[in-house]
């Protein structure tokens, strides 16, 4: 598996999901997969099904996994 990247060191690509480490005033029991937006320059996390989305803090992000292949 890939290892966390700091956001400070590199970002994702632009609109690319990857899996995403918020700022700690969350428990550090939550990951989410999230996608960089670079016009605006902010994370994006898609909450729930219904395609709403909210901005987010992050201090880390590595990609996601390959799919199984089986």
Do not use: C
């Not at 690509?13 to 902010?42: A, C, K, M, Q, T």
């Not at 909450?47 to 709403?52: A, E, F, N």
């Amino acid at each position: 598996m890939s290892k966390w990247i700091s956001v400070e060191d590199e970002l994702p690509p632009h609109y690319v999901n990857v899996l995403i480490y918020p700022y700690p005033e969350f428990s550090d029991e939550y990951r989410f997969v999230g996608e960089y937006d670079s016009v605006r320059e902010e994370f994006i996390v898609w909450v729930g099904s219904d395609g709403v989305h909210s901005r987010a803090h992050v201090t880390h992000w590595m990609p996601l996994p390959k799919p199984p292949t089986q």
